[in-house]
């Protein structure tokens, strides 16, 4: 799904905000469990604190999550002395007038499939401040997530901090958890050479856990 605001013109995407993401999240998965048996949420990138955040809420609506390159906290390999958050709280109060911030990340693909993957060069300062506000919400809430769990990561990857999402996988209190690396992939996994490998990787992982529940039940329903 498209959330509110991305993908649109720049008035639509400065208007958007995270309370707006996570509600057009949770309608998404509500119409997906009234229409089907197994719902599964699958978050990129900045989507991924979202993915996290509306099951860990509503835990009854999603069977799994599945990460893409999770944005749990931004790499400051680019960033001198202070963490990007810091440097972004730190220049904040000079940012009054302004309303568009330069693209900080880069559009780091490998191999992209069609050719060519877009990058926006701006983005909205109240995107920025509710994206560091959504990696805030979500430090804290890996212990209570219990949805079995996949990650797939880019070795390598330009734009977040492997380490922190590594961490975050590990204290997922997931029944069963799956993690795999791309070797030659960028942050782009979706659009990246391997993403037939990552999408049989999540395919097979989501029939392993739908197989298991289904011969629990039968074991269990009298």
């Known amino acids: 799904m498209r959330l509110p605001g991305f993908a649109a013109d ?6 958007s905000y995270r309370a707006q993401w996570n509600d057009a999240v949770l309608r998404g998965l509500e119409g997906l469990r009234e229409k089907h048996r197994y719902a599964w949420i699958v978050g990129h990138s900045t989507d991924a604190p979202v993915a996290l955040k509306v099951p860990a809420e509503n835990p009854e609506l999603a069977d799994g999550i ?17 963490k990007v958050p810091t440097w972004f ?17 880069p559009v780091d693909v ?17 995107v920025y401040r509710d ?27 330009k734009v977040i901090d492997s380490e ?22 960028g942050h782009v996994i979706p659009l990246d050479h391997p ?3 990552a999408t049989g990787e999540i395919a097979s992982f989501i029939r392993m856990d739908q197989a298991a529940s289904a011969t629990i039940l039968q074991e269990t329903d009298p």
Do not use: C
């Not at 906290?73 to 202070?82: A, G, H, K």
């Not at 490998?110 to 060069?121: A, F, L, Q, R």
């Not at 994206?131 to 990857?157: C, K, N, Q, T, Y």
């Open 10 to 15: 720049r008035i639509a995407y400065a208007a």
């Open 66 to 82: 599945v990460l893409l390159a999770p944005l749990i906290r931004v790499s400051d390999e680019r960033s001198p002395v202070l």
């Open 89 to 105: 709280e730190i220049g904040e109060g000079s940012f009054e007038k302004t309303e568009m911030l330069e693209n900080v990340f």
């Open 110 to 126: 490998h191999h992209p499939t069609d050719g060519y993957v877009g990058n926006d060069k701006f983005v909205p300062l109240g």
């Open 131 to 157: 994206i560091f506000a959504l990696m805030r919400e979500i430090e804290d809430l890996a212990p209570s997530i219990s949805h079995p769990g996949m990650m797939v990561l880019a070795d390598g990857d």
């Open 164 to 185: 922190a999402a590594n961490t975050f996988f590990d204290a997922m209190a997931s029944p069963v958890k799956l993690r795999v690396t791309q070797e030659d992939a």
């Open 195 to 197: 993403w037939e490998a």
